[in-house]
């Protein structure tokens, strides 16, 4: 492995431990001061129904660190089985059950085991169910074509390898399934002191 191999294998390492520590702050102590926009506040601000909003967990709802809604577009149906990539405290993946009814199925993936226990108790107080794998998107743990949709939440700019994560969303969609997502993108190409900064990629 060259040299700069070595240095962005390092620097992936420590930003997935920088991920779940920022966001696993958040979803533990929501009340806290954070430079981006999360909870029943930012929910709203993407268009969020404030009577699904309602029915969600507060749990779920304050822990909320999205940066759009992909449910504007995602057309979800009864019957369907939807991914979350990045699942988090679970409040896309509730909304989502509750769009694909209990003909349907909601599958989490996120790169905290914890955050999993806490997206599917929400999901469960809710009397919905869904399922909850820790993974990274980069390598989503489900067979090929087995989802309908692929709903996602700013995560995908988490990753260095976005073109390896795109692929890994075709491969487990069926044929004719589809990907709603919203995330950050950056008009111009960001400072290598940027890019060399876990914070910054974490947040």
Request: with cysteine; glycine share 10%.
């Amino acid at each position: 492995m060259s040299n700069a191999a070595d240095a962005q294998a390092s620097l992936e390492a420590v930003l997935k431990d920088e991920i779940i520590r920022m966001y696993e702050e958040v979803a533990d102590d929501p009340t806290a001061e954070f430079h981006f926009y999360h909870g029943r506040p930012a929910a709203e601000l993407f268009g969020y129904d404030s009577d699904l909003l309602d029915r969600a967990p507060d749990g779920a709802v304050n822990s909320f660190a999205g940066v759009g809604n992909p449910h504007e577009r995602a057309d979800l149906k009864a019957g369907e089985t939807v991914l979350d990539l990045g699942s988090g405290a679970g409040l896309d993946s509730i909304i989502a059950s509750w769009g694909v009814g209990s003909t349907g199925s909601v599958v989490g993936v996120d790169l905290n085991p914890t955050m999993c226990l806490k997206a599917q108790a929400h999901a469960a107080s809710t009397g919905t169910a869904m399922e909850c794998h820790e993974g990274r998107m980069e390598d989503i743990p489900l067979p090929d074509a087995s989802v309908d949709v692929v709903i996602s939440n700013g995560v995908i700019n988490l990753s260095f390898r976005k073109r390896r994560v795109v692929e890994e969303m075709f491969r487990v969609l069926k044929p004719g399934g589809r990907i709603s997502i919203t995330d950050i993108v950056s008009g111009k190409q960001l400072s290598q002191s940027i890019v060399n900064d876990p914070k910054l990629w974490a947040s």
